[in-house]
């Protein structure tokens, strides 16, 4: 059974960085692609950050790319969302999710497995 378990979120001030964490179960990463997704209030959940586990490619919407960096730790059945210079508008609640079909995406509907989110809240 594929289970995910989000943790790392947080109030944090503007330009605080932040490290999420999915730990995964049920399967190998080397077999999955791994999003990180997030949902504000009243906006539809967009895609954040995508890796292609077997190949290390990695993909990113513009709105943060240049801040946040996804990694995994195969030992540590754990993938990683690091998020720097965080902005009010990065606020929401993240999620991570996978799928065997290996090509990255950013759509939700690419992903079949889900965590149940964890929330980030960036405020002065």
């Known amino acids: 059974q594929v289970q995910l378990a989000e943790s790392g979120g947080g109030l944090v001030q503007p330009g605080d960085s932040l490290r999420l964490s999915c730990v995964v179960s049920?399967?190998?990463?080397?077999?999955?692609?791994i999003g990180w997704f997030r949902q504000a209030p009243g906006k539809e959940r967009e895609g954040v950050s995508c890796?292609?586990?077997?190949?290390?490619?990695?993909t990113y919407a513009d709105s943060v790319k240049g801040r946040f960096t996804i990694s995994r730790d195969n030992a540590k059945n754990t993938v990683y969302l690091q998020m720097n210079s965080l902005k009010p508008e990065d606020t929401a609640v993240y999620y991570c999710?996978?799928?065997?079909?290996?090509?990255?995406?950013?759509?939700?509907?690419?992903?079949?497995?889900w965590g149940q989110g964890t929330q980030v809240t960036v405020s002065s």
């Open positions: 999710a996978a799928d065997p079909a290996l090509w990255c995406s950013l759509s939700r509907g690419a992903f079949g497995s």
């Open positions: 049920g399967f190998t990463l080397d077999y999955y692609k």
């Open positions: 890796m292609r586990s077997s190949s290390g490619t990695t």
